[in-house]
Structure formats: C-alpha cells, structure tokens
C-alpha cells in the first residue's frame, strides 16, 4: 500500500466521510435541539430503570466528566431528570423525561432516514462486508490508541 499522503488515499477518504457524515449528522439532530453525541446518552436512558452517572459511562466509553457535562445541558433542555437512587443516598441515578422520549423518537426518525440515504444501493453482503472492514478498522485504531 502507498504510504504518501494524497488527497485520494484510502486514509483521506475515510476522514472525508467522517467528516461529511458528522457535518450531515449534525444539521439535522440541530433541528431538534440535539447534539449528534448526545444522542447514544439518550438510548442508553431508554427504557432503562435509571442509570447513574458511573453506568452510563461506563456503557458509552467516555469518561465521567463528558457525561457530567451532556447531563447537565440534557437536563437543562428538560429531557433528562435526576431521582434519588433508592439502593445508595449518596447518588442519583439519571432518567429519561417524557420529552426526552419524544425528542429520542424524533433522534430515532433522523438515524434511519441518514442511514436509509448513506446505504441507498448497497446489497446485503455488500453491508456485511462493509462492517466486517468497519470493525477490524476500529480494533486496529483501538490498537493504535494503546501504543
């Protein structure tokens, strides 16, 4: 494979697309108030008995602070509520308002709609292969963000 940086390198494409599909991602889960980000927290609440802060970074690979701070803006548009977490006084677990599950349906709405239009005229072994690529991409960056 060719080590050169070009702007037609597979390496280049890749970080186009990430790009385009974040760009895309964005405009529209703006229009419903969201950050694309924000939006795997979102699921995670759904239909879930609660979750503490812990958990839920733990779930979705970040740290604890970057859920901190996306439960505070979630919870200032009134999406999220905390409760006292009646297993442990000392915390409080974190769920889902009835407006944050109507802006989640609409979250849900936006993902399909881009994904619809992102596979359009892909068969089903082309998307297998697609994420069998996808994935062994992701274990080798995992690999790279260990050395």
């Given at each position: ?125 082309d998307l297998q292969l697609l994420q069998s690529f ?14």
């Open positions: 494979m060719n080590q050169t940086f070009n702007y037609n390198s597979l390496q280049m494409i890749i970080i186009l697309f990430a790009k385009q599909y974040s760009c895309s991602a964005y405009n529209q889960y703006d229009n419903i108030g969201l950050h694309p980000g924000q939006v795997p927290l979102l699921k995670a609440l759904d239909g879930a008995a609660g979750k503490s802060h812990k958990e839920l970074a733990e779930e979705l690979f970040v740290k604890p602070s970057t859920i901190t701070i996306a439960i505070q803006r979630l919870k200032k548009n009134g999406l999220i509520m905390h409760m006292e977490n009646s297993e442990d006084l000392r915390t409080r677990k974190v769920f889902l308002t009835e407006k944050g599950r109507n802006t989640l349906e609409e979250a849900e709405k936006i993902f399909y709609k881009i994904n619809k239009q992102l596979f359009f005229n892909f068969s089903e072994e996808m994935q062994r991409l992701h274990q080798n960056l995992n690999s790279i963000t260990r050395i």
